[in-house]
């Protein structure tokens, strides 16, 4: 993630933006009016610092520095360097021989950086170009960003575009005495960049300087926070760390706020005809019985468990899978079979760590699913869910079904995001299937009313209060 980016001047509080405004939207999908709660995740509305200065007047130390002091996980350095335009071959010619002006606006895409941007903002993921300094070219592969709580966008032109400015929460400008800006670019440029020191002196003196003038010295106008001296300023990076804590700890609020609120609105709603409870027959009834019987043995547990699990997948697959009609013949009679096979693929995606438990389950029903993790844990000081880690397959928007894997479920709060970094990659709503054990109904209520679509497969409805005990029995730990 994988896997998610101050001082000597008035210091400007961080925007708070609201996360997760839970409302009821009416929309309709379908002929039947579907009243579909409104959630957003921690990650969406990110908070965005643009940090500007001179080439080679440590914009990047001091966002390290700043990242370093907020010791969060979540924080993002996006370099605008990744933005500079594709060259034509005339351009890539003159930019070998020192002489195209990499230090002009023009020679930013801003139109992409903006929508990645937009993007980020929104809770999307953006793929990020890679540009290669030593072959003046984007390179075909890309960098992915998503769900980032903070990102830090550094570059020359950060505080230029007026887009990029509506962008951002926070503009800082970092200032440097030109002698030292000159003598790190030449040390950067010549051990990173392949470049020569004749080169670099060339290019400083045609296009770095005169530029810094016109272009790069005016956002010190529009920023915020003017920062001298670069990371031996600790106390304008402590100023700045302190406004983010403060800007997410009202993001999380917000966030509890959303979640308990639609819990309130959708408390008294009966289950969504989506929600499929499998039928408890004398075997079920039987299986539930020695799992919840605490004297039960740690191998006796994992292999009636799985064999549950086994049945839970079976019913998910049904529920999402699509059939077509498929003729083969029988090896030894050679007698016409008129069978169904698959339309499309199968995946499934496990939340970790609780997930792992029916994996055993899907892989004796779909012996070579494609299967993805995703890693959603609770945050014990302020309850919040948080993702802290996801892996899915590239071509995960493409499949029929996603099967969705978590034993429990009591809030529902992990689910949504889940089920949201799922529609952030691209899979539709109406292919998931969430398939779980067991489940609060408050937690159903709760994920339905926000995705009506997806489908839910359960064994047993308990208390929203439920202990995840499930992990613990089959794991040992």
């Known amino acids: 993630m994988t896997a998610l980016p101050l001082l000597e001047s008035a210091v400007a509080p961080l925007s708070p933006v609201t996360k997760g405004n839970a409302k009821i939207v009416d929309e309709s999908p379908t002929l039947d009016r579907l009243h579909r709660g409104h959630y957003s995740p921690p990650w ?17 130390s001091l966002s390290m520095a700043i990242i370093k002091e907020l010791s969060l996980p979540w924080v ?111 040390l ?4 990173e960049r392949g470049r020569d020191i004749e080169g670099c ?19 010190r106008n529009v920023a915020d926070i003017i920062v001298p001296r670069g990371i031996e300023n600790k106390v304008a990076i402590s100023m700045v ?7 997410l700890s009202i993001k999380s609020d917000e966030h509890q706020m959303a979640l308990r609120r639609l819990g309130q609105v959708c408390e008294d709603d009966p289950l969504s005809p989506n929600v499929k409870i499998i039928q408890h027959t004398n075997q079920i009834r039987g299986i539930n019985t020695l799992l919840m019987n605490p004297a039960l043995s740690a191998e006796d547990f994992i292999f009636y468990f799985d064999r549950l699990a086994v049945m839970l997948v079976e019913i998910g697959t049904e529920e999402g899978v699509k059939f077509k009609s498929s003729t083969v013949r029988t090896p030894i009679q050679g007698e016409t079979y008129k ?6 693929e199968v995946s499934a995606v496990v939340v970790l760590r609780g997930g792992s438990c029916l994996e055993t389950g899907l892989k004796r029903v779909i012996p070579d699913c494609s299967t993805g993790r995703v890693l959603i844990q609770t945050n014990f000081r302020s309850g919040e869910p948080e993702l802290h880690f996801y892996r899915l397959a590239p071509n995960i928007a493409e499949h029929q079904c996603v099967l969705l894997l978590d034993p429990q479920m009591s809030s529902g709060g992990a689910a949504l995001m889940a089920v949201r970094v799922l529609l952030d990659h691209g899979v539709r709503e109406d292919r998931i299937v969430f398939v779980t054990y067991m489940a609060g109904k408050m937690g159903l209520n709760r994920l339905m009313s926000v995705y009506p679509e997806i489908r839910v497969v359960v064994c047993r409805i308990v208390g929203d209060s439920e202990p995840r005990w499930v992990e613990q029995r089959y794991l040992g730990c």
């Not at 139109?111 to 290669?132: C, N, R, T």
């Not at 950067?188 to 051990?191: A, E, G, L, N, Y």
């Not at 069978?339 to 499309?344: D, H, K, Q």
């Open 201 to 219: 002196i060339k290019q400083w003196f045609a296009f770095v300087k005169p530029n810094f003038h016109k272009f790069v010295e005016p956002q």
């Open 241 to 247: 760390t302190d406004r983010i804590h403060k800007t």
């Open 44 to 60: 969406s509305n990110t908070s965005i610092i643009g940090v500007a200065g001179s080439s080679g007047s440590g914009k990047t």
């Open 339 to 344: 069978g169904l096979r698959a339309e499309s």
């Open 76 to 186: 993002v350095i996006l370099s605008m360097d990744s933005f500079y335009k594709p060259l034509t071959p005339e351009e890539s010619a003159s930019a070998f021989r020192n002489e195209y002006d990499f230090d002009s606006p023009e020679a930013v895409d801003f139109d992409v950086l903006v929508q990645k941007l937009h993007d980020i903002k929104s809770g999307k993921k953006a793929d990020i170009p890679v540009y290669s300094f030593e072959k003046h070219a984007r390179m075909e592969n890309t960098t992915t960003i998503y769900s980032p709580h903070v990102l830090i966008l550094e570059g020359i032109f950060a505080l230029h575009d007026q887009r990029v400015l509506d962008l951002l929460d926070l503009k800082i400008f970092a200032e440097a005495d030109s002698d030292l800006c000159l003598s790190r670019r030449l």
């Open 188 to 191: 950067r440029d010549v051990r």
